[in-house]
């Protein structure tokens, strides 16, 4: 990461949300908008090219993209191709493939275009801190049922993977739920063996795909 202002790209096929995002972005003073791209396939060129600190990525890209590629696919060619540069997915969809789809490619956060602008800087500062963020509309209410009930997690524990997924380290965690950061810690060691997971993200990823965080 830069020690100046963190440096973004944004790829969307709309000139006039790009507008906006860019207006919006350099409005905030740690925050600069190195480029923009109107395809997938242009937002893989310039990440390449640029090096931006995080990436703002549309989920779905209008037709003419020469190889049809939307941003999930996108995602994917840089994880391949420029790892470590994080990707925020910025879209008007909220249903819970299209997010399972983008966090299993690798894409390091996921907000709403019509959300609240906070979101957005929130997902982009933590996105280029290595944290993960879900906007909490996407997030929403807990649902009870998992694929395997002798792994089922506690309500406490669901409680604590749904904060992970809005981006929260430890200490919020502990300060939101009125818990030691060290019982946090332990619930965080028994939720990463019930989902397979080794670490937040993958937590995350794997609490939604089975449903444990109702996206709807």
């Known amino acids: 990461m830069t020690a100046g202002p963190l440096r ?27 480029g923009e791209a109107g395809s997938a396939e242009e937002a893989v060129r310039l990440t390449a090219a640029l090096l931006p600190d995080v990436v703002l990525m549309d989920l779905r890209f209008g037709a003419g993209g020469a190889a049809g590629m939307d941003g999930v696919a996108a995602v994917r060619r840089l994880a391949a191709e420029t790892p470590g540069i994080p990707v925020v997915m910025l879209t008007s969809y909220s249903g819970r493939a299209d997010v399972v789809r983008a966090l299993e490619a690798g894409a390091r956060g996921y907000v709403l275009k019509a959300g609240p602008p906070e979101e957005l800087f929130r997902a982009v500062r933590g996105a280029a801190a290595g944290a993960l963020g879900l906007a909490p509309e996407i997030v ?3 649902v009870g049922q998992v694929e395997d009930p002798r792994r089922e997690l506690s309500g406490r524990e669901v409680e604590v993977v749904r904060l992970l997924a809005e981006g929260l380290g430890n200490r919020a965690i502990a300060e939101a739920l ?9 619930h965080l060691v028994r939720v990463y063996r019930k989902l397979g997971a080794d670490n937040r993200a993958a937590a995350v990823t794997e609490a ?4 444990l965080l109702d996206l709807a």
């Open 208 to 211: 939604v795909r089975r449903g």
């Open 178 to 186: 009125f818990l030691s950061e060290a019982t946090v810690k332990t």
């Open 8 to 34: 973004l790209l944004i790829a969307d096929d709309h000139a006039v949300v790009r507008a906006g995002l860019r207006a919006l972005l350099e409005g905030e003073p740690d925050l600069a908008v190195a």
């Open 140 to 142: 929403g209410g807990l």
